[in-house]
């Protein structure tokens, strides 16, 4: 997971300009290491990102509310399951579960199309890398779904 957040492409207008992608590549891994907790990470992110120095503060869209917490939810989830999915991948394995959350509405898409039941790993990567590290959004299903879904994906041994 550190490997990826070291390397992989952060799609986003938040991060773009100067060394903010930098930046928010630390604050993930040291989220990730449990150097910070989420509310921490998310603090850090709001300081050392701050809207007024970025190329788009003029811009509620790419700044709506939460912008914070929502980039540091979804960035970590992606993260979390592409090193999940890629290492099912490494193994020769093509199937993965996704559990049920109960700390997700019922109604969401993840929830009533993803969670309990199996999906082929490649697909899952290939939604994921698409929609979070190329930037062009995928309306699938997919994991994560949205900012706050906490969905992840499980090996099946
Ligand atoms: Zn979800």
Redesign the pocket.
Known sequence: MLALISTNKISGKVTEGGDRLDKFRQILSRLTNDQLSLHEAIREVEHQLSRHLSIHAGSNQVFASNWAERLVRTQFSRFYNQAVLESEIAKGKNECYVPP?SQ?QAT?Q??QT??GRSHDVSHLLKLLVTSYEDGKWDKSPK????PH???VVKPIS
């Open positions: 959350s997700e969401s993840c929830s993803l969670a994991i994560p779904d949205h879904c906490t969905h």
